[in-house]
């Protein structure tokens, strides 16, 4: 009985992964809007059909203890549906004209990032997995300044520079985590120039992660945004991301900009990063037991999840 070589299915399956995105890019675009959003609904509903959700009800189990098998089941189908919705404005954004990106975002607390802006400074954010932000980076890279973040590498390589051309296409600077130069220093860059300096950082494995209380449970996030803050003095900014139903039918999103992080005025750098990661989980936990359905975290954060092994190792580090 012969056997495939794993190589050729692995180019199989990133032929037809690359495949399915430029056809995302290319077909979805060009659906009616209602149309497109009940076709993503559609595969929302079939990937919680057939276990995709596991994870996903996992970590919702965790935020919301309170809540029975059925509402969690619930709340997980809202939750996926949620997440493929980020994917159907993803391949819709290229198209938005200025003012259909200012019809679908609604902003709360961006006085303080505003006085910023207008200052000429720049400003950090801690994101979490919620929402769609790259609809929010495009927004704010053209309704408040110029928008510098980093993309995790995605494979196969062509999908990752598929993602990078479309968020360089809406106006966002992208630097690669990984495969480049390194991205703390050219964030340090950016921080001295007027703009907005957005880090998705709810979720870390690696030696930099600092370990929070999330939600009442350990979790590791990102150092980096507190990190890039406090070396730069630039305010920090948690944000979170929820969808809302638009007026006269689609959806929109709500951007927060929480109020910004107390530095703490003595302890040692460490001590002072961990201290205010530690202040946007507070931030961002909140919204995330508020709007839990927007929280699209389909990967193990919390302690208590990880893979024992690999921890140990990132500690000994």
Not at 37 to 62: C, E, M
Not at 100 to 111: I, M, P, S
Not at 169 to 178: D, F, K, R, S, Y
């Amino acid at each position: 009985m012969s056997t495939v070589p794993a190589g050729l299915v692995r180019r199989a399956t990133d032929t037809v992964t690359v495949a399915g995105f430029r056809i995302g890019w290319t077909v979805i675009r060009r659906m009616p809007e209602r149309a497109a959003y009940a076709f993503f609904d559609r595969i929302a509903d079939l990937t919680v059909a057939r276990g995709g959700g596991a994870r996903l009800r996992a970590n919702y189990a965790t935020v919301r203890p309170e809540l029975d098998d059925a509402e969690l089941d619930a709340l997980v189908r809202e939750g996926m549906r949620a997440y493929m919705r980020y994917y159907c404005e993803a391949f819709r954004l290229p198209v938005l004209t200025p003012d259909e990106l200012a019809a679908r975002v609604r902003v709360e607390g961006d006085g303080p990032v505003r006085e910023v802006l207008d200052a000429d400074g720049s400003l950090v954010c801690f994101l979490g997995h919620m929402g769609n932000w790259d609809l929010a980076g495009a927004w704010g890279a053209v309704h408040l300044g110029p928008v510098t973040t980093v993309a995790e590498r995605l494979k196969p390589e062509e999908v990752f520079e598929e993602f990078l051309a479309f968020r360089t296409g809406l106006g966002m600077t992208i630097h690669p985590l990984t495969g480049g130069p390194a991205p703390f220093p050219l964030l340090r860059q950016a921080a001295r120039r007027r703009g907005l300096i957005p880090l998705l950082s709810d979720r870390d494995l690696s030696r930099d992660g600092v370990e929070v209380e999330f939600c009442g449970e350990p979790a590791r996030m990102a150092a980096g945004p507190a990190a890039l803050a406090l070396a730069e003095r630039r305010p920090l900014f948690p944000v979170s991301i929820r969808h809302e139903q638009r007026e006269g039918g689609g959806w929109g999103i709500v951007i927060t900009f929480h109020e910004p992080v107390v530095v703490p005025p003595s302890g040692t750098t460490r001590e002072r990063v961990s201290a205010m990661t530690q202040a946007c989980a507070d931030a961002l936990g909140s919204a995330v037991r508020t709007h839990t359905a927007d929280w699209h975290m389909l990967q193990p954060v919390f302690t208590k999840d990880l893979d024992v092994e690999r921890l140990a190792r990132v500690g000994a580090r």
